[in-house]
């Protein structure tokens, strides 16, 4: 009998996170179907359980190194397990923020757990993909759950909208991001591996043909739409606006940190060494996403399309770190301002899913006079947007003068003096809604007249979700004080 290679243990268990969330899934199925959707606190216990444990799985074997996985399809290494923690801080968070408003509006609890943990599943195997059908099966994976997740609210016109406007144009830019892969695929003499594909198109000469041109073209287009970088952006406002407030908050975070990974890896490895023009094209999709997501977003009514806009500025701010490059700074700017980023916008996600469900609505003229109503939901609203638009001593302004620095420093000096000039203007848009809360006279009306489609004999606590909004407030304020370790940690993790 042959001796067991014991390094095939030790490769497999480096997707021990992965696998938790798989058999999580399996067991959320099964309990579902025996006690017929009835145990639901039991189901959220579960799905909160293997994301705290596969987080814990995760950081337990953080110094494994670079391990291939299935014959090189998947690699594990520092800088996608840094990616694949974001997604599961991600997927707790969101989690939290979503089970509550799911229960007061009494819509089915074990789709939505199944659904968000999908997602995060495919973000995860995304971030660790090592060739291009891996690649593409893992974002399918992430894209159906997303497009099912903006469509929950079945009964609801603008859902339905929503979930169509996102299916069509997802579904288009896939195709046109396999288009780019089957390019690359036949350029370097059939391989499909990330890394033996720049040996094959280095042997076969084609590194510098029209061919690969288009493929980064294509790539480009592929990858803008899920990265919501203009002009790939058209659904991003409108999607926002339809989707659930809780849905929004999760693939607002997720489908981009899942996207970026990806986006990071593709380009550094091919595309870096076979050609500069990239950096140009990218740099022009930055300066477009970093102008029109802040101008537009001044004269936004719905907080949710609000906030669709300067998510459009902010991955054209989070580009500076990636066209940066910088072997020692470059990515850990922008991981560092990706991690700030997630807390920023669930906490401002968490405040308005507080605020619908006590009003049933998202316009921003409504939370005129919050303050006297719930100051506490005034004050953390308040710290998350002034951390969002980066004012100091708030983390976004630490997080952006890091990115901004460190662009500076490669010798990105157009894009990062647009990002200066676009990032006051978003301080005219976000003190705006503050001095509504605080100084605009409340309509009676609306204050705290409860979401049409909450049952009025609901009387579920909102603790999840004030939770997540406090943690949110926190981070978003406290971690710009710990700035510098965490940018010690991330680059002494990457490299």
Known sequence: MK???????????SILPECSLIISLIIIVIIDSISKGKDTLLLY??????????????????????????????????????????????????VLLSVDYIRCTKTALTEFLLFILTAGLGGMFLCCAN????????????????????????????????T???????GASSSILVYGFSLLYGLSGGETQLY????????????????????????????????????????????????????????????????????????????????????????????????LGNLIAVTQISMKR???????????????????????????S??????LYIFMNLGTFACITLFSLRTGTDNIRDYAGLYTKDPVLTFSLVLCLLSLGGIPPLAGFFGKLYLFWHGWKAGLYSLVLIALITSVISIYYYPKIIKLMFTGKSDTSTI???????????????????????VCVLASTLLGILIDPIIEITRNTLF
């Open 131 to 162: 060739d291009l059908v891996t690649i593409f099966v893992a974002l399918e994976c992430l894209s159906l759950s997303s497009y099912l997740l903006s469509g929950y609210m079945k009964k609801d016109i603008r859902s339905n909208e929503a």
């Open 196 to 291: 033996k594909i720049v040996d094959g198109l280095l042997s076969t000469e084609m590194y510098n043909s029209i061919g690969i041109y288009i493929s980064i073209t294509f790539i480009v287009v592929g990858m803008g739409f899920k990265l919501s970088l203009v002009p790939f952006h058209q659904w991003t406002p409108d999607v926002y606006e339809g989707s659930p407030t809780p849905v929004v908050a999760f693939f607002s975070v997720t489908s981009k940190v899942a996207a970026l990974a990806l986006f990071t890896r593709i380009f550094r490895i091919i595309f870096s060494y076979l050609s500069g023009e990239w950096h140009i094209a990218l740099g022009i999709l930055a300066i477009l996403s970093m102008i």
């Open 45 to 94: 216990r579960i799905s909160l359980t293997s994301l705290v444990t596969s987080i814990i799985l995760l950081l337990g074997q953080w110094e494994t190194g670079s391990v291939p996985i299935a014959y090189g399809s998947l690699q594990i290494n520092n800088f996608n397990n840094i990616f694949r923690l974001l997604l599961l801080i991600c997927s707790l968070l969101s």
């Open 3 to 13: 001796n067991i290679d014991p390094s095939l243990f030790y490769r497999n268990s």
């Open 334 to 339: 922008m991981i560092t301002y990706t991690f």
């Open 164 to 170: 169509m406007k996102f299916l069509l144009m997802g």
């Open 448 to 470: 705290y007249v409860q979401d049409p489609s909450v049952s009025s004999s609901t009387s579920i606590s909102k603790s999840s979700i004030e939770i997540t909004m406090i």
């Open 306 to 332: 609000m906030l669709a806009y300067p998510s459009i500025s902010q991955i054209g701010y989070i580009m500076i770190g990636v066209l940066a490059a910088d072997p020692d700074n470059g990515y850990a």
